[in-house]
């Protein structure tokens, strides 16, 4: 069974660990670096993106993390977790991990007042749309070679992202009931290479 | 797009859990709050303690102070409304708040009612000494819960006993049979509908965070281990002798709340906490948690 660590300094881990174990993949929370070790892959949750990154300094994650990323490790991030794994965000106090060549913007539709919900189109998971929820959410801004974007609003604005083995979404799957973007992740983690 | 529907309101308070939300009155003591981690600050005129010293009628903080905060940090920032005051809390939506708490630390507006949270796009979170009156909030339309504690003090009985009534009576729930639960409801004062879901879940369907009378990092983990998603923590950080470095270790101990060595690690060197208050020694008609209907 492949084992799947949530990074659980702050957030919403307690439902990506819920919705993995669904998937039939032993999911656990992870909170120090020895914890990291004899991982499949990795999630990095949502939550508030500087309580979940100063605790990652504060207990020397921020390494052994960036080296997993280097290595190619399947790790997928959901809105915190999209802003730690980008290189560049906007109005963010610390530097993330730098993971995905992508530039985010944090809180970039306003304020709790203007999160929402709304279906998005996602080909790499097929139909029907993904319902997608958005609280205090970032946007990508730009993104690099290599970078393949996932899902868009209707506007245009990038939401979802692939880069090698990581994934970054900046809404929340593990707040529905729908299971595709996981077993999506899980596929990476399995060796599928497709983007 | 649907915005402040109930899955968002909801949502940010799942996002906030494991985290602390710190108390702040100025824009000076929210940036220390971010820089230590806070996973929210909320924004007050005056802290629980200095509101219990000053009496009076305490009121929704001057947006001037609110807004101030909201433009110095990128976290969620909350503020509070007298309980049934439906107008402050539509201001405070107006002024971009992410989270009004409906809140017994302030005097009461109305001595029967409370805010029908439903009708408003911001999430309310709302205090409760035991389950029926958190079942009555979530009914208004609160997204998330906190035990009441009793703010101001530095004593963290209050919050024990809030939390574990609120756990006593979900573990009570889950042994009764079905045909129980009308009655149950009935005495709880709770929404029927809620008291099943309850009964089949095992838990609130909201978030439950602990607050009044966190004081010291043990303190916070002790709540976690009852039973809090996260805490709040009022007093205790600006009313200690060193807020940055407490407020750091109140994080630390949030997250790290199983893990007794480094509790202790960063209980070290705290300097003094915040002077505590033996609730037997307030009059009753001084005590904040009663307050709630």
């Known amino acids: ?195 | 797009m649907d915005k402040g529907t109930w899955t968002v309101k909801a949502g940010l308070a799942q996002m906030l859990k494991g985290g602390v939300i710190m108390d702040v009155v100025t824009a000076e003591q929210a940036k220390i709050a971010e820089e230590a981690g806070a996973c929210a600050v909320m924004a007050l005129e005056r802290v629980p303690a200095d509101i219990r010293a000053a009496g009076g009628v305490a009121r929704m903080a001057d947006p001037s102070v609110i807004l101030a905060i909201i433009e110095t940090v990128s976290i969620p920032v909350m503020a509070k409304c007298r309980i049934g005051h439906f107008v402050e809390a539509q201001a405070l939506e107006a002024l971009g708040v992410d989270f009004v708490d409906e809140s017994e630390v302030l005097t009461p507006a109305d001595e029967s009612h409370h805010i029908w949270k439903h009708d408003f796009k911001v999430p309310f979170v709302c205090g409760c000494r035991d389950l029926g009156e958190a079942l009555r909030r979530i009914g208004e339309g609160a997204a998330m819960i906190r035990t009441k504690g009793e703010a101001g003090t530095g004593n963290i009985v209050e919050a024990v006993r809030h939390m574990r009534a609120v756990r006593d009576e979900i573990r009570k729930l889950g042994s009764m049979t079905t045909d129980e639960l009308v009655a149950e409801a009935k005495a709880l004062g709770a929404p029927l509908e809620l008291v099943i879901e309850v009964h089949k879940t095992g838990g609130l369907p909201v978030v439950n965070f602990a607050a009044g009378g966190v004081a010291t990092p043990a303190d916070a983990a002790l709540m976690m281990q009852l039973g809090a998603e996260g805490v709040f923590v009022g007093s205790g950080i600006f009313k200690s002798s060193d807020p940055e470095i407490m407020a750091k270790a109140i994080v630390k101990a949030t997250t790290h709340y199983r893990d007794p060595a480094i509790i202790a690690e960063v209980s070290k060197g705290l300097g003094v906490a915040m002077p505590g208050l033996d609730i037997r020694t307030i009059p009753e008609e001084n005590l904040l948690s009663p307050r709630g209907w």
């Open chain 1, 1 to 195: 069974m492949k084992k799947i660590g949530v990074l659980a300094l702050q957030g919403a881990f307690v439902e990506h660990i819920a919705l993995l174990r669904r998937l039939d993949v032993e999911a656990f929370p992870i909170r120090l670096p020895q914890e990291l070790e004899s991982l499949d892959g990795l999630v990095i949750p949502g939550g508030e993106s500087t309580t979940i990154g100063k605790l990652m300094r504060e207990y020397d994650l921020m390494a052994p993390l960036s080296s997993l990323c280097n290595e190619g490790f399947p790790i997928m991030g959901t809105c915190a977790g999209m802003i730690l794994l980008a290189k560049r965000v906007s109005d963010l106090s610390l530097e993330p991990l730098g993971a995905m060549d992508l530039e985010v913007r944090r809180n970039a539709f306003g304020r709790q007042v203007d999160s929402f919900e709304t279906d998005l189109e996602i080909p790499a998971i097929g139909e029907p749309l993904f319902h997608g929820v958005f609280i205090r959410a970032p946007f990508i801004e730009r993104v690099g070679d290599g970078v393949a974007v996932l899902a868009r609003l209707p506007n245009g604005t990038g939401v979802a992202a692939r880069q090698g083995n990581m994934l970054a979404l900046a809404f929340h799957p593990e707040l529905t009931d729908d299971l595709r973007l996981h077993s999506y992740f899980l596929s990476i983690v399995n060796g599928d290479k497709n983007q």
